[in-house]
């Protein structure tokens, strides 16, 4: 049978010094960076899926803005909410998730791992340029 994994996260904003810039999870079990993002739980929807693990991954509260979009890989789709952060807590690093950095979008570009990620940002950022 063919299960679809459900998933959620998000791209998560903050101002710093008037430039906005990126929060990515660096994922040991597959040597990449992303964004954060998981699997939903039994009765969640997307929107608290996305916020959950966020949260679990990183530590940081954030408010929901809008869905970004849909990635489609086989037998897994994720759902993406822009995000701002709310509040910072303190991130420990574990098994899952060993270390998080706040980087400008250029610096995303290089450092994400994987194409659909870059995407994703590219999307926001043209998203914001037409709001300007």
């Known amino acids: ?6 998933a959620a996260g998000g791209l998560v904003a903050r101002d710093i010094n008037g430039e906005l ?7 040991p079990r597959y040597s990449d960076w992303s964004f954060p993002k998981g699997k939903q739980d039994p009765g969640e929807d997307i929107l608290q899926t996305a916020l959950r693990e966020v ?9 929901p803005r809008h869905e970004l979009g849909t990635k489609k890989y086989p037998n897994k789709e994720v759902h993406y ?3 701002t952060l709310a509040e910072e807590g303190l991130f420990v690093a574990n098994d899952e998730i060993d270390q998080i950095q706040w980087v400008t979008a250029p610096i995303a570009f290089k450092t994400l791992t994987h194409v659909q990620d870059r995407e994703l940002l590219q999307q926001y950022l043209e998203e914001i340029a037409h709001t300007k």
């Not at 949260?55 to 408010?63: D, M, S």
Request: aromatic share 8%.
């Open 1 to 6: 049978m063919n299960h679809t994994i459900i």
């Open 55 to 63: 949260h679990e991954e990183t530590a940081c509260i954030c408010i």
């Open 81 to 83: 909410w822009v995000m």
């Open 21 to 27: 810039h990126y929060l990515l999870v660096h994922r």
